[in-house]
């Protein structure tokens, strides 16, 4: 053993020392002795030989070090400290997108490691996200067949334990090594996919077909009964007065045509697979076989044919394994395709599946955003179901092009883009409602889709939705909502669609599958402003749009209604993101609010013939005038969640599995090859 001897080997007013190594000094004449008495002994001989000038240094270098101590622990500090992600105050950094400046900062580091996509992003992001407990690699299969199901209690808050204890899954995670980062999603190369467009493939099996495990019968609850109670009633009105038509009017007892193509049936197929309806199934089965021609002479918008159609018959593939459900999907695909043949290649808005010719609306060559950017999870989808890239590249293309463009608002993007030029139109405009929507819900559903490899959609995503906390959130008075406004041309208004009510489900979402935590938290205060856009109205109904007020005053809500607004479609949004916060959280209260919001539609837009209509005045219990009108949504979307709200098993529609359109179609998320 060697210990450090410090000499005095010159006259005291000579300024150096020397250090010299000497295993006997430390020995001593009688050998090894290192009894703790002689070595304090020895030390302090040693110091008492030195000469003052001596003593100081010594003593200066030791406070030195000790100073250089404390620095570096403080600096090693913070990258560990957003490493444990216990507070996302803690981790707020500058944002790293070149160009990119916001008041309030981004919660994440930047990615560490990225690929040639996300560009030379330095910094570290060192949150891992939380392992999805559920996910199995492998072939995704649904694991229903209905009605057989199996109600697993104990798995459902694993999701909310893992995005509140990051740290814990960092350590767990630390050998794992992760191919990409940013801002706090690290995609491990087991869960990325090759997407298909890269060569034709071989058609892909269904989903269901490939299911390894199928599950005991599921017994359903009381709540999961009345929503199917809901859709009976809802259906024998269809099947009575408006079968094989798209909408049904409950109130004349008649119907309404949009494209022709039966829009409430199709919308509605998967829900009764996933509701237990074999005989209803089985029948409306029957008529797309007999039925359903897509040889017509009609006009039909290219997004919603393609989120309600094509998506609705996608996902019925995939949960019945039948093959007429492909073929008719592969038809209506086909049909669509003569849109994106446009100067700029963003499709027009409408096509005549019959002629094979599309065309933008009446008076403008304008496409609307959240519709040319919200078709991309079904077309991809029917890509990789046939091994015919057209479908994928020609979607693909449209959100390469968007990515690129000028005009948005830290993220935010405007309202429309012309099919010429391919440009934004009516720049200034920013709003997460109509019109722009589900084009936030898809970046990150495509991202989710393709096995979280597509950089450029997470990015779009990420920042957009800084560009929304930057731009668009405002807390309202009495009760302090935090709420998702509108910016336009600079001036900010607290109007808020109830189509905006589809973001805490999308946030959660993202949260899920390794996104920040602090998306979680605002998901959570949302969905609280969502519940309230119902609580505080008189027939517990929300309107289309609110405007919340910003400044207290006596005797006022939070929500205001304008006469105009006070109509409720029977949309979905809020039940959706209802759906994602319990199943990521297990707190029941999500599903008590579900509860509320069902019965508040029975009581005031039930039509005792069957059916159920939308309303004019969700401000008036005793007449909120009924308008007549039950949107093919109603089934295919409001009451598919409301079922699934209410359930308690997390493979019913597994969130790992299958990733929902934004009209409530389950596609399955795709495995690698
Ligand atoms: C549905 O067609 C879809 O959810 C779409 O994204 C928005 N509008 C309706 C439901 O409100």
Known sequence: MYSAAVAAASPPRRDFISVTLSPEEAVGAGGYNNSKAWRRRSCWRKW??????????????????????????????????????KSLDDQRTEPEIPGLKLANPAVLPAPQKADANLGDNPELSPQKPPKPPHV??????????PPWRDVRLKTQHDASRVVEEPAQADKEEKTEKSVISWRGAVIEPDQSTEPPSSKIKEPETPSSVES??????????????????AFRHAWKGYKDFAWGHDELKPLSKSYSEWFGLGLTLIDALDTMWILGLKEEFEEARKWVADHLVFDKNVDVNLFESTIRILGGLLSTYHLSGDSLFLEKAKDIGNRLMPAFKTPSKIPYSDVNIGRGTA?????????????????????????????????????????KHVHTLSG????????????????FTHLGVYTLGARADSYYEYLL????????????????????????KKHLLQRSQPKKLTFVGELA????????????????????????????????KLAEALIETCYQMYAQVETGLSPEIVHFNLHAQKGHKDVEIKPADRHNLLRPETVESLFYMYRFTGDKKYQDWGWEILQNFNKYTRVPTGGYTSINNVQ?????????????????ETLKYMFLLFSDDIDLINLDKYVFNTEAHPLPIWVPA
């Open 136 to 145: 199995r690699r492998g072939p995704s299969n649904l694991q229903i067949k």
């Open 212 to 229: 390894e495990d199928q599950k005991e019968p599921v017994p359903i609850n009381e709540r999961q009964m009345a929503v199917i109670e």
């Open 48 to 85: 008492k030989q030195l000469s003052r000038l001596q003593r100081s240094i010594i003593l200066f270098l030791f406070a030195f070090l000790a100073v250089c101590g404390v620095i570096s622990y403080t600096s090693m500090g913070e990258p560990w400290k957003s490493l444990t992600n």
């Open 359 to 399: 065309h933008p609306p009446r008076w403008t060559s304008d496409s609307t955003v959240a519709e040319v950017t919200s078709i991309q999870l079904e077309f991809r989808e029917l890509s990789r179901l046939t091994g015919d890239e057209k479908f994928q590249k020609a979607v693909d293309e449209v959100m």
């Open 445 to 468: 559903k495509q991202w989710i889709q393709g096995g979280k490899k597509e950089n450029e959609l997470l990015e779009d995503y990420m920042r957009a939705i800084e560009g929304v």
């Open 489 to 520: 041309h600079g001036h900010f208004s607290a109007k808020m669609d109830h189509l905006v009510c589809f973001l805490p489900g999308t946030l959660a979402l993202g949260a899920h599958n390794g996104l920040t935590a602090d998306h979680m």
């Open 620 to 636: 008036n219990p005793s007449n909120p005038e009924p308008r007549d009108k039950m949107e093919s949504f109603f089934l295919g």
């Open 408 to 423: 948005k608002n830290d993220g935010l993007v405007p309202m429309f883009i012309n099919t010429n030029s391919g440009q």
